[in-house]
């Protein structure tokens, strides 16, 4: 069965990095497009990035453009989120996602807080 494991939460200062990582297994990694989305508290979860599979094509909401990269090794099947310049704002749920035919799978979450 599909599994993804995220990692690499915690507690930074404003303007810190953070990289969050996911170990996925149950399902041909390298031919899906990998999402990482998070969610504030009293907020909807939101799409923050996401990574096709061939090919390794990037799209980023607005607010992460130039501080976050999401990238993955296939052979690995892992995919990281790289947060630099991280604010408050930043704070949240973060969680892996994976899309195969009509089911969405969802890691735990591992949690952000950017606070000093």
């Known amino acids: 069965q599909v599994q993804l494991v995220e990692s690499g939460g915690g507690l930074v200062q404003p303007g810190g990095s953070l990289r969050l990582s996911c170990a996925a297994s149950g399902f041909t990694f390298s031919r899906y497009t990998m999402n990482w989305y998070r969610q504030a508290p009293g907020k909807e979860r939101e799409l923050v990035a996401a990574i096709t599979g061939v090919g390794g094509s990037q799209d980023y909401v607005d607010s992460v453009k130039g501080r976050f990269i999401i990238s993955r090794d296939n052979a690995k099947n892992t995919v990281y989120l790289q947060m630099n310049s991280l604010k408050p704002e930043d704070t949240a749920v973060y969680y892996c996602?994976?899309?195969?035919?009509?089911?969405?799978?969802w890691g735990q979450g591992t949690q952000v807080t950017v606070s000093s």
């Open positions: 996602n994976v899309r195969k035919t009509a089911t969405m799978y």
